[in-house]
């Protein structure tokens, strides 16, 4: 008889055996277009006609958002070698100045890799909010597809570039392209220079990073390492885990497999015993980055401890903000974990799940995504919960060194809704507030 745990691992294998099988509604490559070339090895699938398959539903949420033809908006970074570039969406052209802006917001897709979503969803939710006219929306695309120039923006002036790509995931953790090309966290970097310094945006007075779920975990993590990032605005919300600073994990009665509620507090902090997660200090959840691979921008690091030393230090000056789900309580995979009434959507088939009608990603996907390794579950049980333990384990951690440091934390009303976030970040904080009650 397998255990729960066990069990756990075989249902989420099928899962993912049948969607690979089937290339239909899981994951960022499902069903994927018909119009593609097969790539070589270790390198991405070249869709051949716009828009490429992790953009469809995307397209529709443009459509609604009012804006029927994404050409206009589409642009790229063209990159050192000058044979690739990195697309990106953008509300404003830099081929002309722009006096009216004065805030630039870099908004991160999340793992379906659909940045055209984000983009609109925040064009929407900025109009929506009075700071349309002043306000840049730039969402770049870290995608496992790759586009010809002439194909993703002809008149960019990007010639027969090709667009950069990722293995997988490995853009969220910063990984180096598969084309032996640029660390994710690198290509950030140069995005938020290449704003900062444009002579096209005179009146810029800030820069806003955001991302939420997938990109919630690349740009929290990148807020780390980043020396461009200490004086830029971020904002994070349902990161599916977290980067600690240390080798403390939440206690046992921090991390009830249960929704503990947006009042969830953390006192306690432990080293957790390393024969029951071996794993749990290693990068992506902690400091550990002995064991980083294809990752040029942290190997300095990792080889480094005065390097880390130094970044650890700077975060406490940076601009960090937490803005969480009130209801991602849900954890569909974890065998013991007692999942409130509402996370069992009515006529939904999310899966993989041990609990039948149970969403944990709804309603953004009904794949359910979230991490249940060791290392996460150590984090906490749920995204609502994990985010709260990790605001206190930074006040925690800063507190000790004796350096002053609050941290930025807001809600939103909903599960995992990438819609209802970005709404949010236009209205979470006020310029003299730095902690905001759910609204």
């Known amino acids: 008889m397998l255990s729960n745990s066990a069990m756990a691992s075989v249902l989420v294998w099928l899962a993912a055996a049948a969607c690979s099988a089937l290339l239909s509604g899981c994951g960022s490559n499902a069903g994927l277009d018909t119009t593609t070339t097969t790539p070589p090895p270790g390198h991405c ?95 770049p695309w870290f995608g496992n597809f790759q586009m010809q120039a002439s194909v993703w923006a002809p ?102 497999e249960e929704d503990t509620g947006v009042d969830h507090k953390c006192d306690s902090f432990l080293k957790p015993d390393s024969t029951q997660c071996a794993k749990y200090n290693h990068y992506k959840e902690g400091l550990d980055l002995k064991h980083v691979k294809s990752n040029s921008y942290l190997s300095a690091f990792a080889n480094d401890a005065s390097k880390v030393a130094k970044v650890v230090d700077d975060f406490a000056k940076k601009d960090f903000r937490l803005l969480l789900g009130a209801e991602a309580v849900c954890n569909c995979n974890a065998p013991n974990m007692v999942n409130s009434p509402s996370c069992f ?20 996907s009904s794949w359910n995504e979230l991490d249940f390794n060791c290392q996460a579950m150590l984090q906490g049980s749920n995204r609502l919960q994990r985010g709260l333990n990790y605001a206190d384990h930074l006040e925690r951690f800063f507190s000790r060194r004796g350096v002053p440091y609050k941290s930025q934390v807001a809600l939103f009303h909903g599960m995992h809704d990438t819609r209802a976030w970005v709404e949010r970040v236009f209205s979470a904080w006020s310029d003299d507030a730095s902690e905001v009650a759910l609204v």
């Not at 869709?47 to 398959?53: E, F, L, T, V």
């Not at 390492?225 to 919300?237: C, E, K, L, M, P």
């Open 45 to 139: 699938t070249v869709a051949a006609a716009y828009p490429p398959d992790p953009f469809h539903v995307g397209e529709q949420r443009c459509r609604d958002a009012g804006k029927e033809d994404t050409l206009p908006y589409r642009q790229g970074l063209r990159l050192a070698d000058g044979l690739r570039y990195l697309p990106y969406f953008s509300s404003h052209s830099l081929t002309s100045e722009q006096p009216e802006v004065t805030e630039a917001m870099l908004w991160i897709h999340g793992a379906f890799g659909d940045a055209n979503r984000i983009f609109c969803e925040a064009s929407a939710a900025a109009t929506k909010s009075g700071a349309g006219s002043s306000t840049m929306i730039v969402a």
């Open 345 to 364: 959507v009515s006529n939904s088939q999310c899966g993989p799940s041990l609990f039948a009608g149970c969403c944990d990603t709804w309603p953004d």
């Open 155 to 256: 008149n960019a002036s990007l010639d027969d570039s090709l667009s950069t790509c990722w293995h997988k995931d490995g853009w969220l953790d910063g990984d180096d392209a598969s084309d032996d090309g640029d660390s994710s966290y690198a290509l950030l970097d140069k995005m938020v220079e290449e704003l900062k310094n444009n002579e096209k945006l005179p009146n810029l007075k800030r820069i806003t990073v955001a991302g939420f779920s997938a990109g919630c975990q690349m740009a929290s993590r990148w807020a780390v390492f980043s020396n461009i990032a200490q004086d830029t605005r971020v904002i994070v919300g349902d990161c599916g885990s977290y980067l600690y600073l240390d080798h403390e994990r939440p206690a046992e009665h921090c991390r009830k």
